[in-house]
């Protein structure tokens, strides 16, 4: 049983490394492209489409797979994993990214995108390392078990 969800944790912090980068990598360089109004708005609504159960299970429950994988399995590797994940990937994202997310639906200015954008960015590469970290130990202490 350990070994299987250590493989869940290993896969989903591979999925949300993967969410991340396509942020880092494709959606805010895209939205740097257009204008800082329309930049606002699409990156509004996908804040907003990014609640869905989806997304939620696979965002949340990588935490929790990547706490019962390490507590299961005992190994380093499975703790660097969770730690990971839990500190870089869930926790960045509860603690910067949504209240930056949040403060963007009240402030709309191109003085403000900039500055979101600037900041954001850069946690956000962050946060897509410490998952591929996480699937990377998580891949570990399943060849280990």
Do not use: D, K
Not at 58 to 81: E, I, P, R, Y
Not at 128 to 133: E, P
């Amino acid at each position: 049983m350990s070994s299987t969800m250590t493989i869940i944790a290993a896969l989903g912090c591979g999925l949300m490394a993967g969410v991340f980068l396509a942020f880092s990598a494709m959606v805010l360089p895209g939205l740097r492209r257009i204008g800082p109004a329309e930049a606002v708005a699409a990156m509004r609504a996908i804040n907003t489409a990014v609640v869905n159960p989806v997304f939620i299970t696979v965002f949340v429950g990588t935490a929790f797979a990547s706490v019962l994988a390490a507590a299961m399995g005992g190994t380093v590797a499975g703790w660097v994993g969770a730690a990971a994940y839990g500190v870089g990937g869930f926790g960045l994202t509860v603690a910067y990214h949504v209240p930056r997310n949040e403060r963007l639906e009240r402030a709309a200015s191109p003085e403000f995108w900039a500055r979101y954008v600037r900041e954001w960015v850069p946690a956000n590469h962050v946060r897509a390392f410490a998952s591929l970290v996480a699937a990377v130990a998580f891949t570990i202490a399943a060849v280990q078990a």
